[in-house]
């Protein structure tokens, strides 16, 4: 039910950077757009969002889903700091929050509440679910697609704003195939986001970024358990900060003009090109998640048809949408535009605004890292030195210092200025996945 009434949202606004300068015969536009949320705000129209609660807030509804594979007891401190972790998450809950908690192995088993159902968040039921937290044993396989149904089925059963998930698992998805789990993730895709966590170091990397970019969640690794309760804390207290959820980025082009791409390029890459869904003539929404009070950025690249000297059009109009079940959209009221002029002004048509030019380099750098811890692991050296050394050289330009720090522990730097490399003979396998996991994590613009 949708609520028609004041209420303290986040306002989005939104800001395109682009040079609009093409030269003659010139048919690739790229524009980076800012999206904005500022909490807070209060607005007398329409509210997307179902449910309020009590405290002006929207309701929300988490699941939590921590890994209790035979691994888990390997050492048995992983365990204990799994189940420290999880009471830590519900600590954090706010009072009205829907939860609950699910144990994952080859099967998915509710842990609390129990019965197919949420508890409701208030000091007695975090109590009783901490204490169901104590019965948490290690013993079974791990099918992450199971885990990940049932979380779709609870959190369905609440008519909430927000539906999210926390994903924790040690081990790799060895008892069900690829294809059960990506088969998974397409049916919960929009229905909720979800974070996923690798703790330790038997865990495939690929999974757990894949799983977060599937529900645009976040992804990371905790290499050592005794850091899990801080991570959690961390995980549930932006989840309980988001105020507006299913939000789409709505891209309308003229005719004879293609989307080539839309990336999310902050705070991680992420692509969206293939996630469209058309909605309506010549428009397509992209989705983006759920938000607080945040700002991300998009690069959006389009091809237009061929116009002479002088002319200029527009090239696209973004704006921000959440739709509705019943086929209707909420518009958030933040609208730029992307325009394309043709140029003799060799100047103008060959600067590179400053915007693009970065994040085409964060880009970069995310699939040079990738590619290059690919190439490491099939044994080609020569190709990983290169392709890490093109690394090192675009997070120097970038000032992507915390990305620098990582590819330390795996190259020895000689020049960072020219991308100049060699491979370290010994990495410690922590390092090596932290890298890989954390490859996606963008800088903005230096001011």
Same mark, same amino acid.
């Given at each position: 039910?949708?609520?028609?009434?004041?209420?303290?949202?986040?306002?989005?606004?939104?800001?395109?950077?682009?040079?609009?300068?093409?030269?003659?015969?010139?048919?690739?536009?790229?524009?980076?757009?800012?999206?904005?949320?500022?909490?807070?705000?209060?607005?007398?129209?329409?509210?997307?969002?179902?449910?309020?609660?009590?405290?002006?807030?929207?309701?929300?509804?988490?699941?939590?889903?921590?890994?209790?594979?035979?691994?888990?007891?390997?050492?048995? /401190?992983?365990?204990?700091? *799994?189940?420290? +972790?999880?009471? &830590? #998450?519900?600590? $954090?809950?706010?009072?009205? %929050?829907?939860?609950?908690?699910?144990?994952?192995?080859?099967?998915?088993?509710?842990?609390?509440?129990?019965?197919?159902?949420?508890?409701?968040?208030?000091?007695?039921?975090?109590?009783?679910?901490?204490?169901?937290?104590?019965?948490?044993?290690?013993?079974?396989?791990?099918?992450?697609?199971?885990?990940?149904?049932?979380?779709?089925?609870?959190?369905?059963?609440?008519?909430?704003?927000?539906?999210?998930?926390?994903?924790?698992?040690?081990?790799?998805?060895?008892?069900?195939?690829?294809?059960?789990?990506?088969?998974?993730?397409?049916?919960?895709?929009?229905?909720?986001?979800?974070?996923?966590?690798?703790?330790?170091?038997?865990?495939?990397?690929?999974?757990?970024?894949?799983?977060?970019?599937?529900?645009?969640? /976040?992804?990371?690794?905790? *290499?050592?358990? +005794?850091?899990? &309760? #801080?991570?959690? $804390?961390?995980?549930?207290? %932006?989840?309980?900060?988001?105020?507006?959820?299913?939000?789409?980025?709505?891209?309308?082009?003229?005719?004879?003009?293609?989307?080539?791409?839309?990336?999310?390029?902050?705070?991680?890459?992420?692509?969206?090109?293939?996630?469209?869904?058309?909605?309506?003539?010549?428009?397509?929404?992209?989705?983006?998640?759920?938000?607080?009070?945040?700002?991300?950025?998009?690069?959006?690249?389009?091809?237009?048809?061929?116009?002479?000297?002088?002319?200029?059009?527009?090239?696209?109009?973004?704006?921000?949408?959440?739709?509705?079940?019943?086929?209707?959209?909420?518009?958030?009221?933040?609208?730029?535009?992307?325009?394309?002029?043709?140029?003799?002004?060799?100047?103008?048509?060959?600067?590179?605004?400053?915007?693009?030019?970065?994040?085409?380099?964060?880009?970069?750098?995310?699939?040079?890292?990738?590619?290059?811890?690919?190439?490491?692991?099939?044994?080609?050296?020569?190709?990983?030195?290169?392709?890490?050394?093109?690394?090192?050289?675009?997070?120097?330009?970038?000032?992507?210092?915390?990305?620098?720090?990582?590819?330390?522990?795996?190259?020895?730097?000689?020049?960072?200025?020219?991308?100049?490399?060699?491979?370290?003979?010994?990495?410690?396998?922590?390092?090596?996945?932290?890298?890989?996991?954390?490859?996606?994590?963008?800088?903005?613009?230096?001011?």
């Amino acid at each position: 039910m949708a609520i028609f009434a004041k209420s303290n949202v986040p306002q989005f606004s939104m800001d395109v950077y682009q040079n609009e300068y093409l030269p003659e015969g010139g048919r690739e536009v790229n524009a980076i757009v800012t999206v904005t949320a500022t909490g807070g705000g209060t607005v007398g129209s329409a509210i997307a969002a179902p449910v309020y609660t009590a405290g002006g807030r929207p309701s929300a509804a988490v699941a939590i889903m921590v890994d209790c594979s035979g691994s888990m007891d390997y050492p048995p /401190t992983k365990m204990r700091n *799994a189940r420290d +972790a999880t009471a &830590a #998450a519900v600590d $954090t809950l706010r009072d009205g %929050t829907h939860f609950a908690v699910i144990g994952g192995t080859h099967v998915a088993q509710e842990v609390y509440p129990g019965g197919g159902r949420l508890a409701v968040a208030d000091a007695a039921t975090r109590e009783q679910a901490k204490r169901a937290l104590r019965r948490l044993s290690a013993g079974g396989g791990t099918a992450i697609g199971t885990w990940l149904r049932l979380a779709d089925r609870l959190l369905s059963s609440a008519d909430v704003t927000i539906r999210h998930g926390i994903l924790l698992t040690d081990g790799r998805n060895e008892h069900e195939s690829p294809e059960d789990l990506r088969a998974a993730l397409e049916a919960c895709a929009g229905r909720f986001t979800c974070d996923a966590r690798g703790v330790g170091t038997d865990w495939e990397v690929k999974e757990v970024t894949g799983i977060a970019s599937a529900l645009l969640g /976040t992804a990371d690794i905790v *290499a050592d358990p +005794a850091g899990l &309760a #801080a991570d959690f $804390t961390r995980m549930m207290e %932006t989840a309980m900060g988001k105020e507006v959820a299913d939000v789409a980025l709505r891209v309308w082009t003229p005719v004879g003009t293609t989307i080539r791409y839309v990336k999310q390029v902050a705070p991680t890459v992420a692509d969206l090109t293939g996630r469209r869904t058309e909605a309506g003539p010549r428009a397509g929404d992209y989705p983006t998640g759920s938000w607080g009070d945040e700002s991300r950025d998009y690069h959006l690249c389009v091809e237009v048809p061929a116009a002479g000297l002088g002319q200029e059009m527009l090239a696209a109009r973004v704006s921000l949408v959440v739709p509705q079940p019943d086929g209707s959209v909420h518009n958030l009221g933040a609208q730029g535009l992307v325009r394309a002029v043709w140029t003799d002004d060799m100047a103008a048509s060959t600067s590179i605004n400053p915007q693009v030019a970065h994040y085409t380099g964060q880009a970069e750098l995310a699939q040079a890292i990738q590619q290059g811890l690919d190439l490491r692991k099939a044994g080609d050296f020569d190709g990983a030195t290169a392709k890490l050394g093109r690394a090192v050289q675009l997070a120097n330009v970038s000032g992507n210092a915390d990305t620098a720090k990582l590819l330390a522990k795996v190259v020895d730097v000689v020049d960072a200025a020219t991308g100049t490399v060699r491979l370290k003979t010994r990495v410690a396998e922590a390092d090596e996945m932290t890298l890989e996991t954390r490859s996606t994590k963008t800088v903005r613009v230096k001011k």
